[in-house]
């Protein structure tokens, strides 16, 4: 079965192509698949909800490429934050206008976060990644949705260079190390897009043997 996966990240895209490793599925990207980059993608996560981002990535790919299609939105709640910066964490410092020049964009939102939180102790950083899948099968189709969360805290400065993102701040309860700290197989084991991603495989392959 081939699959489009509905991201451009460098990131996503590793950590996917690992969990879909040795499973019965032909997974592929917009870029792969001569899908070029559309001014309409930016608009694709304007909404307030993971799921809402998630499915109008899915229909929007789905409807160019014909293809299943999955789509996913990520983000991390700092409970402090109030939530924060939540399904605006990929463009947190963006919209704040908090990007130096010549700066990554993950580099100002982590230095972003480790601002608004500076002094606070550690039982006050408690925050979560959460993770929404939206599953098309074809274009028209009704989405199907899958969702996984991992909880932790927000450390006090950069640790490890693993993973993406939040990941150099992010402390899993599961592990009690940060994911910046561990091998990418270690991460997925707990994470919020490799829980998410196992329970959307069950219901692909529960398709499949229909």
Known sequence: ?????????????????????????????????????????????????????????????????????????????????????????????????????GQSVDDANNALLLAQLAGMPEEQRTARYRCVIAYLPAPGDAPEIVEATCEGRVLPELRGTGGFGYDPLFFSDDLQRGFGEVPSATKHRVSHRGRAFRALIEVLLRRAMR
């Open 1 to 101: 079965m081939k699959l489009l996966v509905s991201t451009r990240s460098a990131g996503k895209t590793r950590e996917i192509r690992e969990l879909f490793a040795g499973l019965p599925f032909q997974v592929v990207f917009p870029d792969e698949i001569g899908l070029e980059r559309l001014p309409e993608e930016d608009e694709l996560e304007e909404t307030d909800t993971y799921t809402g981002n998630a499915v109008a990535k899915a229909r929007h790919f789905a409807g160019r490429s014909g293809l299943p299609t999955v789509a996913d939105d990520s983000g991390l709640e700092v409970d402090a934050l109030g939530g924060a910066p939540g399904v605006r964490s990929a463009r947190y410092a963006i919209q704040q206008a908090r990007v130096e020049p």
